[in-house]
């Protein structure tokens, strides 16, 4: 029998429209959970505190996350080809060494929240300041749960596979916008602080389970 050549064109034309829909509605859930916060909060401390305890942790963490992501890559794809494990450029010394830094910098943000307001929000005084210093405590561990979320999708990325990250990017919101329908008030900003850690640990565990064949 002749053998077929795949088809990479319509592999390519379906991957591309899977990942374009998914991200458009999650660009959709992202302004709903926007729109559902200013409603809920306004212009209040509370809600500048929380975008700012927001961008200081998960905001550093995605950034840094990014560029990770970017310096890694080529690593893995060579480790792949070169018949290795690609799980192997996560082991090295390189790699412990930034994981240790985030590490040190997220027991930083939960026990000295305080200092860390200083640092990125110097001009938050009283209720602001108060309030940030709380959510940047709750939200710590964020910056370690983008991280991990960040390298599993390198792993992915080398293989090809885009439409599970995104995914778990809008489950996340979708949850955010449930809660803050449904349980918002009478929950508070706090409360919202801690159901965004969950809906992260959410994502991630999505991202691992569609990846655990790729990390054994």
């Not at 930083?108 to 602001?128: L, Q, S, Y």
């Not at 991990?148 to 916008?177: H, I, K, P």
């Amino acid at each position: 029998m002749p053998h077929k050549e795949p088809r990479t064109g319509k592999t390519l034309l379906r991957a591309t429209a899977i990942v374009f829909v998914v991200r458009a509605c999650d660009f959709l859930f992202s302004f709903l959970m926007s729109s559902l916060l200013a409603t809920r909060f306004g212009t209040s401390a509370h809600l500048d505190a929380f975008f700012m305890a927001r961008r200081t942790t998960a905001g550093i963490a995605d950034a840094v996350g990014k560029l990770i992501h970017m310096t890694t890559m080529p690593l893995i794809v060579r480790q792949m080809d070169e018949g290795r494990s690609a799980v192997d450029v996560l082991r090295g010394r390189k790699a412990l060494t930034i994981f240790a830094g985030l590490l040190a910098f997220t027991a930083a943000a939960m026990v000295m929240p305080g200092t860390i307001v200083e640092i990125f929000a110097p001009g938050f005084i009283g209720e602001r300041h108060e309030m940030m210093d709380r959510m940047v405590a709750i939200m710590a561990p964020m910056i370690l749960i983008s991280m991990a979320f960040w390298l599993v999708s390198a792993l992915r990325q080398a293989r090809r596979s885009y439409g599970l990250a995104e995914t778990s990017n809008m489950v996340q919101r979708m949850l955010m916008v449930g809660m803050l329908l449904i349980l918002v008030p009478p929950l508070g900003i706090l409360d919202v602080s801690q159901f965004l850690v969950f809906a992260s640990i959410i994502a991630l565990l999505i991202m691992l389970l569609g990846s655990w064949p790729l990390l054994k």
